[in-house]
């Protein structure tokens, strides 16, 4: 299945439906030719939403060959409305924008709606409308500001104004299956172990008789790439670790057990903290401490990478997300997120060839790699920890007591979280070392200690977040630990916000 792209927010996140829903997917930009599409044997095409009116001068089309070449096709929001656009239909800026849930009524159950109720929550985005269908389509869906919510025709094209690949439409996963397997008639055969060895194989092709080297981070992803690549090309792989001093506790430790003790990986372990806190010194701006410390881990690791023996390849554990989002300025209306370090942040003259056995996968996909490979639960599992590390989590200056102060804060959030069995339900739980401080009475004497932030959210994949309902005696517990064991700490807080509006980092 390949997702046409037109720059909309949502087209990672069709993909990851899509794969979901046991089919293979990749992204491509929506203005790629159909002979470049056809070479890889699409079983069918999506053509994702995107910012731009279709009738406006300048806006993305897709290749009309594309449309007739007998291919299924599903078009969402402005994916729907090229579609009929393209085909002779008509478009028009609609008198009531939609934007956020509504309802839709079905009219017509044939393809992608089949065995659903006839009325779905949806969620609409759109400032567009289909006023007149292209011949030989016909509706099967309207709302109460859209009386065309979707169409489709004998050829097997459809087109929705919703987006089925969010929460918000309830029967979301419904329509894409119907779509992928009653219309397209894909088998379902994308299983993410099964990719282990394909990726096995594929490395040893690239790496023949080379040696490998491989940045740790304790994360899964760094983690399944060593792990593949070690067991791909046995002796030739060596892991570097460089200890920031950015880390949580007792990370060093339980990288080097896992990595050496449990699945035997060559490890050199390098403590460049005081190159890292140097850097950070009087630093209180995030990109800014986002640079000094992505310029001095390259810095770092080329020193250290030159005390190894010949090294001919780069291993990364690079994933479709950091690919997409490091380069959707190659998509029309869309914007670059951020440049991954690992995708568009290495050196011009990089003397190494890289090896991204993990880069057309979800994170998601990852974790079920890993559990195959018998990677231990609890690293598996890891919520998302931010790259530039505890920097990001400190307002203000990074100092070496700050960050001692907010190890001890974060630790107890996660011991916490864990004890109460809701680790696995969070995206992501920790704490914040606020700039602020207040006043408090510890036994008979005032303090002026600092404020910690807690902050818990729940999420799907880190697009939209919404913050966790933790129980009273849960938090309670937190905050009671955090002011007795955490020195310099009399006042701990919770984080009620979304995202959006707030970000799930405070930096």
């Not at 914007?335 to 056995?357: W, Y």
Request: proline share 6%; glycine share 8%.
């Amino acid at each position: 299945m390949l997702v046409l792209d037109f720059g909309s927010q949502y087209s990672q996140l069709i993909a990851r439906r899509v794969r979901e829903a046991g089919v293979y997917c990749e992204l491509v930009p929506g203005t790629t030719p159909w002979d470049a599409l056809r070479e890889r044997s699409p079983r069918a095409l999506i053509l994702s939403g995107g910012p731009a009116s279709v009738y406006a001068d300048g806006a993305p089309l897709c290749d009309p060959a594309a449309l007739d070449s007998g291919v299924p096709v599903l078009g969402i929001c402005y994916g729907m409305q090229l579609l009929a656009y393209q085909l002779g239909g008509e478009v028009a800026s609609s008198n009531r924008r939609e934007y956020g849930p509504a309802n839709v009524q079905v009219d017509d159950e044939a393809g992608i709606f089949r065995d659903l109720p006839a009325d779905l929550p949806v969620w609409m985005s759109h400032g567009d409308t289909i006023v007149k269908p292209p011949a030989g389509f016909r509706r099967l869906a309207h709302s109460s500001s859209s009386p065309i919510a979707a169409m489709g025709d004998d050829a097997g094209r459809f087109g929705i104004a919703f987006h089925p690949e969010v929460i918000h439409t309830r029967q979301g996963k419904e329509i894409l299956h119907n779509f992928l397997y009653s219309v397209a008639g894909c088998r379902g055969t994308w299983k993410p172990a099964a990719f282990i060895e394909d990726a096995m194989l594929a490395i040893r092709e690239r790496v023949n008789d080379g040696h490998v080297l491989l940045a740790l981070s304790g994360g899964v992803d760094s983690a399944v790439c060593a792990t593949l690549v070690h067991r791909a090309v046995p002796g030739r792989l060596t892991c570097l670790f460089v200890d920031n001093g950015l880390l949580r506790r007792d990370e060093r430790r339980r990288v080097e057990e896992v990595m050496t003790r449990h699945l035997g990986v060559e490890l050199k372990v390098v403590d460049a903290s005081d190159d890292f806190l140097s850097a950070l010194e009087g630093v209180v701006d995030p990109e800014e401490k986002r640079r000094r410390i992505g310029a001095t881990f390259i810095r770092v690791f080329e020193r250290e990478a030159a005390t190894i023996r010949q090294i001919d390849y780069l291993a990364q554990g690079t994933l479709y997300p950091d690919v997409i989002e490091s380069t959707s300025h190659d998509t029309f209306g869309a914007h670059r997120i951020k440049t991954h370090h690992n995708v568009g942040g290495l050196p011009a003259d990089l003397r190494f060839q890289l090896v991204e056995p993990l880069r057309y996968l979800f994170k998601d996909e990852v974790r079920a790699i890993g559990s195959a490979l018998g990677l231990p639960d609890d690293m598996v599992n890891r919520q998302p920890f931010p790259g530039p590390g505890l920097a990001v989590r400190i307002l203000g200056e990074v100092t070496r007591a700050r960050l001692e102060t907010l190890r001890a804060a974060d630790w107890i959030v996660v011991d916490e979280i864990k004890a109460a069995g809701l680790y696995r339900s969070l995206w992501q739980s920790f704490a914040i070392l606020t700039p602020l401080q207040s006043v408090g009475v510890m036994g008979d004497y005032r303090t002026y200690g600092n404020v910690v932030a807690i902050r818990a959210v729940q999420s799907e994949d880190g697009m939209t977040a919404d913050w966790a309902r933790l129980p009273y005696e849960v938090l309670a517990t937190i905050s009671t630990r955090i002011v007795n064991e955490v020195p310099d700490v009399n006042r701990v807080v919770y984080d009620i916000s979304s995202k959006p509006p707030s970000t799930i980092e405070w930096e």
